[in-house]
């Protein structure tokens, strides 16, 4: 016992030397400098890639403008894993970038430092911050906590040579066998759900549509508050009843489906094995750049397809990304980052880098997307070089008051409209109809958890059950037999007589 | 200076550590957080509540249902492909035949998903992909973990004593009678060896249900992931892993793989 005693200790003191020894090979690290530690979502912002200076490294300039900080870049792959990594680790960061829910549910839970009153008023944030989303974060009350980084909305992209447009205009377009296997919808139980309620209630969304005349509706419109209040209400609804609907609409659904994706969409997109896919408008911006012809550096011609994108009628899901500082963090050097970051001319590095749109504003973000998206010929804006009138764009209700310009526009041909422009700044009438997801509570999401599961886990196909019955059927047959068996091999003893067991 | 000797206790003393801190230690975290449940006061209480939410719910139990056949199944193909495979080999007299041997080895020395990920290309050009899928999953399975059956049975089989087998056939069995009396009693510790390395992982690892059904298909290593990262209830996540464990557990049972055999040392327990 008393050698089992000193091994232990030995163990345990080996232990122990080696947690010391991983702590001060941390501390050393950091010692004599400011650290700043932000944990954002993987490819989130930009980064130098491989040999090319294609893109910025934002973390590298950040640390040249700010002599003595060091950034501890760390990244996480789902809200919920970046949730209960700051459960357990409560100071280890001073910058976190969840999605809408999960920075309600920060919000609700109390785990986040307020911005000061200096910060609100004077950053760049404050100055460059795109109107539309400031209002939007206003309303719900988020704007002294959050940040916005990136923001989209949920529609379906799509090979316009195989799918008609007018099939998508309704969510419902998938419902049907007609898409047989040619569609994904998301492995993630918030955006399906989304879909499935939009869905659901596709008639009563498309009758306060008309009512509110939502098609021609502006974000200034007196009636827009209202209308966009009820599309909200029924996008959130959780009631046993909707959860029963939407379960049966999505497992209705699956038999027309090729499958769920949360990553692999864009990909299969590009490589035809789909032709809808229920994207966010970031991948959906990718998917259409990755599958278009191009001319390659040696002047060849590589074939491709234009993919467009389309927010069916009814509603959709405005979904954003924002920064908010832990309790405890370093408030002064995260919002200085922040502020950093919604500089516009990171703000179109990062946009170069991941795709997705900004919620930062501003004349350099604009003339990026001049660059971009206008058609124009050169000297006159409106028209293309043929001179054929082009579309105008209109991006006022985003950019409007943050640069010199009086006017954003941005001329686009005919065919242009359905693509890129559309998923990375949606039309104001999209954004009308669109609706924040909220946060659920406990409860609720453990209920819509449980319909995912089934949606996910059923149905059983007949041939798992035969298979299942054959098997328990052979399992019974071999025991019987060797109870049988055992039983007549038993050698019986004559009488007198005793059997002496091996070995004894 | 004196030299520095090491008693065998003391030299056990790194692999003490790595089962404390790998083995014993988690194991109790999983038990611990399986059977505990967030109280009214958000608290932890002690509860069975985990256990009898799994067996009243249906997709978990079609879930296990489901993973069960799949691995049954994937299980089933790899032993009929791998014996006659392993007894071939085993008997030819081929010189390399390690060579061989090495063939049907090396797609395990290519990254797991990268192989997965090529199946996936090749079964969408067969046309398989998108439509068939429980049979590509188990094609994926198959494909997968056939070393894993094929590597005892060799083993086994190669090792059995060549004179078992003449003084059967010396005592007048046919070949078909040596094989079925001699021969395959013989190289059971190889297919119960086999069975359990093919099974196990057969019902946990979604990356190749997840990739070649296009996440059409849930198995129970899919739940536990769902709840540990998206649902983030990590109790119930627990309570599915033990039920893997007693699962698992019960079939090296049925297959007696706990029992102390000494034809199992012939090299059958390769793993």
């Not at chain 1, 491989?50 to 910025?56: N, R």
């Not at chain 1, 539309?132 to 959050?146: M, S, V």
């Not at chain 1, 900004?358 to 604009?366: C, F, K, L, Q």
């Not at chain 1, 009488?495 to 091996?502: A, L, S």
Request: glycine fraction near 6%; aromatic fraction near 14%.
């Amino acid at each position: 016992m008393k050698r089992f005693l000193r091994t232990i200790s030995c163990a345990a003191a080996a232990a122990v030397l080696f947690v010391f020894a991983l702590s001060a090979a941390g501390c050393a690290s950091s010692g004599g400098k400011t650290v700043l530690r932000v944990y954002n979502w993987e490819d989130y912002i930009s980064q130098p890639d491989g040999s090319s200076d294609e893109y910025v490294d934002l973390i590298a300039k950040f640390e040249e403008e700010n002599p003595g900080v060091t950034v501890e870049y760390s990244t996480f792959g789902t809200n919920e894993n970046m949730y209960n990594e700051l459960k357990i680790n409560a100071a280890g960061y001073d910058l976190v970038c969840p999605s809408d829910y999960m920075i309600m549910k920060m919000i609700d839970e109390d785990m986040v430092e307020p911005f000061t009153d200096d910060f609100l008023a004077n950053s760049n944030y404050a100055k460059y911050a795109s109107p539309y989303i400031k209002d939007l974060f206003e309303q719900n009350e988020w704007t002294r906590y959050a940040a916005a980084y990136m923001w989209g909305t949920m529609g379906y992209v799509y090979n316009p040579e195989l799918v008609s447009a007018e099939d998508l205009s309704s969510w419902a377009g998938i419902w049907s066998g007609k898409y047989d296997h040619m569609s994904t919808i998301k492995d993630s139980v918030r955006d399906s759900y989304f879909l499935g309620v939009a869905y659901v209630y596709r008639e009563e969304l498309a009758a306060l549509a008309k009512e509110y005349g939502a098609g021609n509706m502006t974000l200034s419109d007196e009636k827009y508050a209202e209308y966009n209040e009820k599309v909200t209400a029924i996008m959130n609804r959780t009631d046993e009843d909707t959860l029963e609907k939407v379960k049966s609409a999505l497992l209705d659904l699956k038999q027309y489906l090729y499958g769920f994706e949360v990553d692999s969409g864009k990909q299969d997109m590009i490589t035809g094995k789909i032709s809808i896919n229920f994207a966010w408008s970031g991948d959906a911006v990718f998917a259409m750049d990755d599958a278009e012809p191009y001319t390659d550096e040696n002047g060849r011609e590589i074939p491709g397809i234009y993919l467009n994108y389309i927010v069916p009628g009814e509603c959709s899901n405005i979904w954003f990304d924002g920064w908010v500082m832990p309790k405890g963090a370093n408030v002064e050097l995260a919002q200085k980052f922040i502020d950093f970051l919604s500089r516009p001319e990171n703000a179109v590095a990062n946009m170069n880098f991941i795709g997705y749109t900004s919620a930062v504003a501003g004349d350099e973000v604009y003339e990026e997307m001049i660059d971009w998206y206008d058609e124009s010929a050169e000297g006159t804006p409106g028209f293309d070089e043929d001179g054929n009138a082009l579309v105008p764009y209109d991006l006022n209700y985003f950019f409007g008051g943050t640069g010199n310009y009086d006017d954003y526009v941005i001329y686009v041909s005919e065919d242009s409209l359905n693509r890129q422009i559309s998923a990375q700044y949606p039309t104001e009438q999209v954004i009308v109809r669109s609706a924040v997801m909220q946060h659920f509570d406990n409860e609720t999401t453990a209920a819509v958890n449980e319909m995912w599961e089934e949606v996910k886990g059923l149905p059983i196909p007949v041939w798992a059950y035969i298979v299942i019955a054959v098997i328990i059927a052979l399992i019974l047959v071999a025991a019987l037999s060797y109870i049988y068996k055992g039983k007549r091999r038993e050698p019986k003893p004559k009488k007198g007589y005793r059997i002496q067991k091996k070995g004894a | 200076m004196t030299k520095l000797r090491f008693s065998r206790k003391q030299l056990c003393i790194p692999y003490a550590l790595f089962l404390i801190l790998f083995v014993v230690f988690p194991m109790l975290m999983i038990l611990f957080y399986a059977f505990t449940g967030e109280g009214a006061d958000g608290g932890l209480t002690f509860t069975f509540a985990n256990f009898a939410d799994f067996f009243t719910s249906r997709a978990k139990l079609s879930t296990l249902l489901m993973s069960i056949t799949i691995a049954i199944i994937s299980t089933a193909i790899c032993l009929i492909i791998a014996y006659p495979l392993a007894y071939i080999l085993a008997r030819s007299n081929l010189k390399r035949k390690n060579v061989l041997l090495m063939i049907f080895i090396m797609p395990m020395w290519i990254n797991f998903v990268l192989r997965i990920t090529a199946l996936r290309e090749l079964l969408d050009l067969v046309g398989l992909l998108g439509t068939e899928n429980y049979l590509n999953t188990i094609i994926g399975m198959v494909y997968d973990f056939l070393p894993f059956m094929l590597l005892p049975l060799y083993t086994t089989l190669e090792k059995l004593d060549k004179s078992y087998l003449e003084a059967a056939a010396d005592l007048g069995g046919n070949k078909f009678t040596v094989f079925t009396r001699v021969t395959f009693p013989l190289s059971m510790p190889g297919v119960i060896s086999g069975i359990t390395m093919v099974f196990m992982p057969s019902m946990t690892n979604y990356v190749v249900s997840d990739t070649l059904s296009n996440f059409n298909i849930t198995i129970l290593g899919k739940l536990i992931d769902e709840y540990f990262t998206t649902y983030d209830n990590w109790h119930m996540g627990s309570m599915i892993s033990i039920i893997l464990l007693v699962i698992i557990f019960l079939t090296l049972l049925a297959t007696g793989g706990f029992k102390e055999d000494k034809s199992n040392a012939r090299g059958a327990n390769l793993w």
